[in-house]
């Protein structure tokens, strides 16, 4: 049997061989069908640039198929093809996963204490949701059996079951009907234990008694190892603001099985003080090093601080560049490291055109080209032009985050545009300066000016409000942002508040518009892996307005919802309104829409995720609540090459006779 097993390993080998043509040079291009090619590049430690090697491919598809099947995928089957490309060598893998094995039935047996929905919240190897053709699981993964092992342990444990003792689970599998059922043996269960005492080593220049307040785990409640792990977590990250790179936290245990408690000693190790050799950049094939270089907070020389690696490395991911930030610390001598700032380039720039439908709009033309990474400066532009049956819309904008690499930013832009609404079309053409300055990491802030030529035509009845007017307004914007990603962040705030002036030059009597406006967005990320064991991120968006009239407020500058530009999906954009007596929109002085959304990735599309939202909005003149809008429903969300792009289905609710909706929304581009 040996034998005959190493006979076809030969024979699979010398095939592979006779496949691949004798060629050398450099890896130039990595393709992939069936696994997306940066997981491919994880899986085999193949990657661009690379000296191309028959054996090493070789390996590659050995190591992919040995870990596809340990995945589940038992027919799994893997091709590798090579080719000349671009003075070097093209490798394309072709992944055939086959049918995966199904888990039908998850069995815990001894387990009285906890319910088998708790024991199972977290392991991979359990029966799939009802989802699970959209999401993924349900799937039979024995490589993951020794650790849903300690998973369900895990849950003994942060009710404080010291004693329990899990048995590793056994898979039973029907390869003819790709099924699998799994056992879990509970035995010795016994009782919760709770924490008589705490104790800790001391961190030179650490405050113990401060620290001490943010443990988790208290005396005198019950035993959490989530606690417990938060704990350590902590005390490894206030030795590393110290300078203490390699810290370790380890805790030691005293248990007192008569009276069922334990009493727990962080022992730190902080090792010693570390600084900054060098601060080496890769990947950035397209960006400047110096654009890397000015979002990483710690420079040559610079005491070593574990909350400035952190923060680096979400402010490089907040700028929207790059598709994947990693900051690795590399020992290079007793008491210095260099930062490895590896990034990967994510597609910043776009060249579009192309036609679009829409209910009310109809056929449109569109064409624009933009990029916020100019030739790798970190400079964004706009350049936008759009055509339709209802609009217009030409517009230029330059954006230059960090001036000379400063902490200043400056935006300059000019605009032609023109919108047929339902009871009036309006022509606008203007131009706007914002000059703004990073006050704290999280932290910005700007000052800007407007100027606008506004005019009306085709309006049902005649108002005031429709004649020609002009805007000289001051902007003043304040900013918090602490998200983790610039397109999809899994945890932090995002929050603006905006106020325009209007009235800085000109007066009333040569319809200059004379109002205050005051703008609020608000978005809190929470990714919920940790909790459910699913990439599953909980988004809550809020947007407020609210407008003091001084004098002349025209409709085009009053607040308006609907649409997911303005806060209520599932009806026309900019729809939403309070009306008068004749029947006309007039708009709103105060507004406010909420948007609860929970995000789940598909598994056959790894790019994409599904969204199912509820949003919520009043609007009125005098009372917020003069008119209230809803809906629900769901949107898929793409990481295109081309940008993100959004793809809405929404039913309204609360919705009255007149309203005019629109169930299906395209957009692309945006990020609240």
Known sequence: MLKKVALLSVATSVALLAALPAISGKITKISSSGIPVDRLEAATGIHEGDSYSIAALQAAKRNLEMGLKQAGYVDAKVNVDAEPYDKGVKVKFSIDKGDPIKITKVNFVGNRKLSADILSSNIVNKKGGAFSWLTGGGEATPSQLEADQARVRDEYLKRGYLDVQVDK?????????????????????????????????????????????????????????????????????????????????????????????????????????????????????????????RYVYLAPGDQFNLTDLKDSNDELKRTGYFDSVEIIPKKVGANSVDLDVKVREAQTGSITAGLSYGSYAGLGVNASISDRNMFGTGIGYNLQLEKSKKSHNYAISLTDPRVFDSLYSLSVGLYHQSYEFIDYNKKEKGAYVTLGRKLTRNLSASIGYIYSNVDYSDYETYNVDYESYKKSAITASVTFDNTDDYLLPRRGIYANLNLEYAGFSGNIEDRYANYFKTEFKFAAYKGLKDTLGHDLILRYKLRFGNITDKGLTPRAERLYLGGSSWGVRGYSPASISPYNSNGDRVGGFKSISNSLELSIPLSFAPSMRATAFVDYGMIGTDSISEVKRGSYGAQIEWRSPFGPVNLIFAKPFNKKEGDRLAKFEFTIGGKF
Request: no cysteine; hydrophobic share 35%.
């Open 169 to 293: 689970p056994l898979m039973k599998t029907d390869f003819a009907s790709k099924t699998a059922e799994v056992t879990f043996n509970i035995r010795n269960e016994g009782e919760p234990y709770g924490v008589s005492s705490i104790e800790v080593t001391p961190i030179p220049g650490v405050n113990m008694q401060e620290v001490e307040k943010e443990f988790e785990l208290k005396s005198g409640k019950t035993f959490n190892v989530e606690s417990l792990r938060h704990d350590l977590n902590l005390l490894i990250e206030k030795a590393g603001d110290k300078g203490y790179a390699f810290a370790q936290a380890a805790p030691q245990f005293k248990k007192d099985d008569n009276g069922r408690t334990i009493s727990v000693r962080y022992v730190v190790n902080p090792g010693e003080k570390i600084r900054i050799h060098d601060v080496k950049i890769s990947g950035n094939s397209r960006t400047k090093d110096h654009v890397v270089r």
